[in-house]
């Protein structure tokens, strides 16, 4: 297992975190879409300007782990506002929006220690309930969320460009 620190992120990140994001995400789902889809996606969410604007924005909280050279190897990504919170009867939960480690680390801990950050951060800010998406196939993902107390309480859509995928959204009570 390699040692790993978790720390903020700052706005020098934002191309790193820009970059795992594409990697990540491509390598677990990229196989799924079409080209121009997967490519409209990325282009979308892991924009580097749309990540930076998200580090200087309070309402989104990012949390890096890094090795001791200082190499990114996965991250977090909360929001302030759930955007599922229509689907649930919590007052204010928060949305964890990214979970994402570089695959070479995987295995390795970071996703557990992830996790308990941003139910810990989650708590810390009055959240009663943090909500997460996954994809209806993607079980072992499931299995890790409800590891960590996460139980599905809706169906949603998730769309890469064009194409739609049955989601799940899962969501733990604080």
Sequence with gaps: MTDFTLRDAVAGDAAALSLLG????????????????????????????????????????????????????????????????????????????????????????????LMDWALATARSRGADAGQLSVWSENHGAQRFYQRHGFAKIADIDFWVGSHRDDEFLYEKRL
């Design 22 to 113: 594409r990697q990540s995400f491509a390598a677990a789902f990229g196989h799924l879409y079409r080209p121009e889809d997967l490519a409209a996606f990325l282009d979308e969410t892991h924009d580097p300007a749309r990540v930076a604007g998200e580090i200087a924005d309070p309402a989104y909280i990012h949390q890096l782990a890094v090795d001791d050279a200082g190499r990114l190897m996965g991250y977090c990504k909360l929001t302030a506002d759930s955007d599922y919170a229509s689907h649930s009867e919590a007052r204010a939960p928060m949305g964890l929006s990214q979970l994402y480690t570089d695959p070479a680390c995987t295995g390795q801990g970071l996703g557990a220690a």
